[in-house]
């Protein structure tokens, strides 16, 4: 998958992953899951509908489709959706007074980021990004995140169906969800 590279092309549905840095399940530890709905709805906002999603403990998977009016590109919404959520994992971290994770964080920001006021480093650098070039891509991104729950190591739920934290309910199940876009309205 790229990273570092910019990813601007409209009408497209990206398969996107950011990870917590060195895999710790912050998102887990600061209950985050439901946080995550205030970047669906800013991707909403600016003509990127999320169309599949899992939140692990420690990584994101989405499909996002960036419509026709969409001024943003891939990397500026991912970019600000993954602040956003650094704010509120340190807000909840200091919070619930989790200091070593804290110092863990920052002992690790590097001294050219330092100098820009960053104060802890709780994502991987960059992400990773791949077009869906079609509907059988899709579905397999898809396959892929919504059993992610219930794969390797990872024994979340029973059924992967179930997982709260999914876009499964919203294909599987038919349960609604305002933040998502079905795959075949765009492919």
């Known amino acids: 998958m790229s990273t ?3 990813h601007t092309e409209i009408g497209t ?3 996107i992953t950011f990870t917590c840095f060195e895999w710790l399940p912050l998102f887990d530890k600061t209950s985050l899951y439901e946080y995550f709905n205030k970047w669906f709805g800013y991707l909403l906002k600016n003509d990127a509908s999320l169309v599949g999603y899992v939140i692990m403990p420690n990584h994101f998977h989405g499909l ?13 919404l991912v970019g600000n959706g993954k602040r956003f959520l650094a704010y509120e994992i340190v807000k909840r971290l200091k919070k619930s007074g989790q200091s070593d994770l804290l110092t863990q964080l920052s002992s690790h920001v590097r001294e050219s980021e330092k100098n820009k006021n960053k104060q802890h480093e709780v994502f991987r650098l960059s992400f ?42 919203f294909y599987e199940l038919g349960k609604d969800n305002k933040y998502l876009l079905h795959y075949r309205n765009v492919i």
């Open 64 to 76: 996002v489709y960036l419509g026709d009016k969409c001024g943003i590109s891939l990397n500026n």
């Open 4 to 6: 570092h590279t910019k």
């Open 13 to 15: 549905i990206y398969f």
């Open 128 to 169: 990773d990004a791949k077009k869906c070039f079609n509907r059988k891509i899709v579905e397999q991104k898809l396959d892929y995140i919504h059993h992610n729950p219930v794969s390797g190591k990872w024994s979340l739920v029973e059924d992967w169906r179930t997982y709260p934290h999914s876009s499964a309910g």
